[in-house]
């Protein structure tokens, strides 16, 4: 299309249109001019096939940038051509003399320079609690717990409350706005903290704008080794996800890990694309899910969680 453009483009400096506008030159380099001439028919049909090429190219965002861009090299083409047209004339331009440079500068300056400043800048934290004179007392703040410790899950959820509040009963939209941003913002870091020794209460969660499921206490159906004490549980409760390509001999080694470790670890309800066989529940034994790209591979996911967190 590209070449078809700049073919028409050259169809169309042959019209008498545009050859009405070498007149005007004084001097003409002959060689660069070409005596034929097309008609008004001619000279109608490309156009509209112009037209029509631009038009496509122009359907959608990424084409009109294109098109953009090939229409301005169109331009200086056909600029460089009228230039050759007129025996190359000189290209000169004045020097700026110095009182303009100065002026020029000093409008950018009081352009580019703030008049009032912030006493804090934007999205900045404030430093007020560096202000006592005693700087080991300053320093010593930095070391509080509540400026590293994650925070407690349930903390989220008075918050999480006092927003549904607000945007229910909001005034107006700036209220309710700023309770809706908010909320997003307690419900995310609640998700976040909740990951970490929680995640298989996502699965309950239906809607998104309801993450009750994530603070209620594991129940008794959550996991199937409630039998026999747990054990010590280790520092490390990174989840233990075991996969295969064939099914084999695996639920042997799960059973054989979770019977060694009785309360230790859970079994998490996995998702499959396959149909449920007969007798089986989706949710409890798996959650059946439809999905384009369907995988062959079966996976068992144990994730690490205790009596008091079952996952």
């Known amino acids: 299309m590209v070449q078809t453009l700049i ?11 545009a050859k009405k506008k070498y007149d005007k030159l004084n001097v003409q380099n002959k060689s660069v001019l070409y005596a034929a001439e097309f008609n008004d028919d001619d000279a109608k049909w490309a156009k509209g096939m112009k037209t029509k090429i631009s038009d496509h190219m122009r359907r ?9 861009m090939v229409d301005t090299v169109l331009a200086r083409d056909k600029n460089w051509v009228y230039w050759k047209m007129a025996s190359c004339p000189t290209i ?3 020097p ?3 009182q303009t440079y100065a002026d020029a500068q000093s409008s950018a300056q009081r352009s580019a320079t703030s008049k009032r400043l912030r006493p804090n800048p934007m999205g900045a934290v404030s430093l007020d609690f560096l202000q006592p004179v005693d700087g080991e007392e300053s320093l010593e703040k930095f070391k509080e717990p509540e400026r590293h410790r994650l925070p407690e899950l349930d903390s989220f959820k008075i918050g999480i409350a006092d927003d549904d509040f607000t945007i229910s009963m909001a005034s107006n939209d700036l209220n309710k706005a700023t309770a809706v941003a908010g909320k997003a913002s307690k419900s995310w ?3 976040r903290v909740a990951g970490k020794f929680k995640l298989a209460s996502f699965d309950k969660i239906d809607d998104p704008q309801n993450i009750n499921p994530v603070f209620l206490a594991p129940s008794d159906e959550d996991g199937d080794n409630d039998d026999g004490e747990a054990e010590d549980l280790p520092d490390n409760r990174s989840p233990i996800i075991v996969s295969s390509s064939e099914q084999g001999n695996l639920p042997d080694i799960i059973d054989k890990l979770l019977g060694s470790h009785k309360g230790v670890f859970g079994k998490v309800v996995r998702h499959t694309t396959r149909e449920p066989n007969e007798g089986e529940v989706n949710g409890k034994d798996y959650y059946f899910v439809k999905t384009p790209n369907s995988t062959n591979y079966e996976m068992v996911t144990v994730l690490l969680n205790s009596q008091k967190h079952r996952m």
Do not use: Q
Not at 7 to 17: G, K, R, V
């Open 60 to 68: 959608d965002t990424p084409g009109r940038i294109f098109y953009r």
């Open 7 to 17: 073919t028409l483009n050259f169809i169309l400096s042959w019209t008498a249109e």
């Open 92 to 94: 000169t331009r004045n």
């Open 96 to 98: 700026v003399n110095p």
């Open 189 to 191: 870091r609640a998700l």
